[in-house]
């Protein structure tokens, strides 16, 4: 079992930056960012394997980037030049097996934070 912790979400003007941060509580072979606008399904943001891949939704190319520092067991997802559209409760999930699975579909990931807030205001 593997707990997940999300924090960092809030307020933004659109073109602000926030920085989400996920602490896990075990190791994992994989971790990602996904996120739920009302009423869209969830999709996701950002992945990253524990030697460092990283994979991105093409919405968030050029503008996040995933992290991790191993050592605290903490994931990152630094987000830049916010849009509107970016609004949504994001999600940190993790996998802690090795699987020929796709980066960001929601199904490899056993386990799920609770979510942080993001919103983007104009």
């Known amino acids: 079992q593997v707990e997940l912790v999300e924090s960092g979400g809030g307020s933004v003007q659109a073109g602000g930056s926030l920085r989400l941060s996920c602490v896990a509580s075990?190791?994992?072979?994989?971790m990602g960012w996904f996120r739920q606008a009302p009423g869209k399904e969830r999709e996701g943001v950002a992945a990253?394997?524990?030697?460092?891949?990283?994979y991105y939704a093409d919405s968030v190319k050029g503008r996040f980037s995933i992290s991790q520092d191993s050592a605290k067991n903490t994931l990152y997802l630094q987000m830049n030049s916010l849009k509107l559209d970016d609004t949504a409760m994001y999600y940190c999930?993790?996998?802690?097996?090795?699987?020929?699975?796709?980066?960001?579909?929601?199904?490899?990931?056993?386990?799920w934070g609770q979510g942080t807030q993001v919103t983007v205001s104009s």
């Open positions: 999930a993790a996998d802690p097996t090795l699987r020929n699975y796709a980066a960001l579909a929601q199904g490899r990931y056993y386990y």
């Open positions: 075990g190791s994992t072979r994989i």
């Open positions: 990253i394997t524990r030697s460092g891949t990283t």
